[in-house]
């Protein structure tokens, strides 16, 4: 006969995690290296208060069920479809936007790729395209063609610019380790 094994209790929080909603409320937000304060419902998206609330608007609303990817931004330098996440749990997070990828007036390797190979046709899918391949870059310097297909695979372009996006992903690839420091 099986003992009955006793379930441990689970340990208390030391600090209790706080309880929102329904109305509204302060959160704050890393966005692009700067700091903002926000008044939120809980059920709010961080789609919604980027474009909204910040005026970012390079991430697109397009499913609006995490199925296109046209929403894509990076958390914490991993892309996630902004759609899907609250904006409540990206606190304490550093949240990066197509928006603060270009230093100074440059663009960001990445982007000025995109230029060159003509990845970009209409454009609504640029902005997660070009995130998904920096987080890729910032992983691995040097992907294989299959490594960049699987980064993107979650950025759908209906214009069938993958060819182009695959080139310049290999392209940025290549002008990032020659660049000096690296």
Same mark, same amino acid.
């Given at each position: 006969?099986?003992?009955?094994?006793? @379930?441990?209790?689970? =340990?208390?929080?030391?600090?209790?995690? =706080?309880? %929102?909603? =329904?109305?509204?409320? =302060?959160?704050?937000?890393?966005? &692009?290296? /700067?700091?903002?304060?926000?008044?939120?419902?809980?059920?709010?998206?961080?789609?919604?208060?980027?474009?909204?609330? +910040?005026?970012?608007?390079?991430?697109?609303?397009?499913?609006? /069920?995490?199925?296109?990817?046209?929403?894509?931004?990076? +958390?914490?330098?991993?892309?996630?479809?902004?759609?899907?996440? +609250?904006?409540?749990?990206?606190?304490?997070? /550093?949240?990066?936007?197509?928006?603060?990828? @270009?230093?100074?007036? /440059?663009?960001?390797?990445?982007?000025?790729?995109?230029?060159?190979?003509?990845?970009?046709?209409?454009?609504?899918?640029?902005?997660?395209?070009?995130?998904?391949?920096?987080? +890729?870059?910032?992983? &691995?310097? &040097?992907?294989?063609?299959?490594?960049?297909?699987?980064?993107?695979?979650?950025?759908?372009?209906?214009?069938?610019?993958?060819?182009?996006?695959?080139?310049?992903?290999? %392209?940025?690839?290549?002008?990032?380790?020659? %660049?000096?420091? %690296?």
């Amino acid at each position: 006969m099986a003992k009955a094994v006793r @379930a441990e209790p689970e =340990p208390e929080l030391e600090v209790p995690v =706080p309880v %929102r909603g =329904p109305e509204r409320g =302060p959160i704050k937000l890393r966005v &692009n290296g /700067e700091k903002h304060e926000l008044w939120v419902e809980p059920r709010r998206t961080l789609l919604d208060a980027l474009r909204d609330d +910040l005026g970012l608007t390079g991430a697109k609303k397009g499913c609006d /069920e995490g199925t296109c990817g046209t929403c894509t931004v990076l +958390l914490d330098g991993k892309p996630i479809y902004a759609c899907l996440r +609250l904006a409540i749990e990206c606190e304490g997070h /550093e949240i990066t936007t197509i928006e603060g990828l @270009a230093q100074g007036g /440059e663009l960001h390797p990445v982007q000025r790729a995109f230029i060159e190979e003509d990845a970009l046709q209409c454009g609504f899918c640029t902005p997660g395209q070009i995130l998904s391949v920096k987080a +890729l870059l910032d992983e &691995n310097p &040097n992907p294989t063609e299959e490594d960049v297909r699987r980064a993107v695979s979650g950025n759908l372009c209906r214009c069938g610019a993958y060819p182009h996006i695959v080139r310049a992903a290999l %392209r940025a690839a290549k002008g990032l380790a020659e %660049r000096p420091g %690296r």
